[in-house]
C-alpha cells in the first residue's frame, strides 16, 4: 500500500506488516522509513454450523447437509477446514453433504475460515446423531365399534415434531399369498396432521401408515397392521 496523504493518520483495511517515511521539497527529500508495525486483520465473528434439513436427528438412508456460515464475511474468498466425525479428506468449501446417512456419520462437526494468513475462530460443534430407520406405531380408536360410526388413526414416529407428513392406507389382505398390500385411503397422501378419522365404517378392516419428510422424502418403513372391528362384514375391497 502507498499513500501521499499530507496527513499523519490513514486508514489500512487489510492486515499486513507497515511502515511510513517522510518526504518533502521538489525534488523529493525523504527520511528513513520508519519501523515496520504489525496489523493484525479484523475477522468476522466466528463461524456457526448449520444442517439443511434443520434436525439433528436424522435415519439411516436421509440425506443431510452440513453448512457453515460467516456472518459478515461475505464477498471474501474464503477455505474452509472442518473437524468432523467420518471425513477422511475434508472439503474446503462451505457446505458438503451427506448422502445416505448411516450410523458412522454421527458425531460433532464445526469448521472455521481461513483467508490468506488469517484464520477465523473455530466454530461451536453442532452434533449430528444417525439412528437405524424407524417403524411408526399406528393406533386405532375405538378398537371396537358399531358400524356407522367414526374412527380415529393415529400414526407415532420417534421426534415427532422434526417435519414428518403422514400417509394412510388400508391393509388389503391376499388370501392366496397370505399376505396383504395397501391401498392410499382418500385423502392420505402426505398429510401434516399425525390423524386420521374415517367416517362411517361399516366393516372390519386393517390399516397402516407411513411417515415421510425432507426433499428428495425419506419415508419410514410401514407400521404393523392394526385391525378394527366391527359387527359388520370384513373389507377386502
Known sequence: MRGNEANRVISVSQGGLYHCRGGRGDPVYYTEDSSDVTVKETLPSKPTVSLQPS?????????????CEIQGGE???????WRAAKLNTPPTSNEYRIIRATESDSGGYSCRGRRDYFFSEWSDIITLTVSYKPRPVLTVSP????????VTLNCEVEHPSAGWSFYWYKA???L??????YELLPDGSGTAQDSYIIHGQTHTAGYVCRAGRGDPEYHTDHSQPKFLWSAGQFDSL
Request: net charge negative; aromatic share 14%.
Open 143 to 150: 378398537s371396537w365399534l358399531s358400524p356407522g360410526a367414526s
Open 172 to 174: 388389503v389382505p391376499d
Open 176 to 181: 392366496s399369498e397370505k399376505s396383504s398390500s
Open 55 to 67: 434436525w439433528t436427528q436424522i435415519y439411516s438412508g436421509e440425506t443431510v447437509t452440513v453448512r
Open 75 to 81: 464477498g471474501a474468498q474464503w477455505t474452509y477446514e
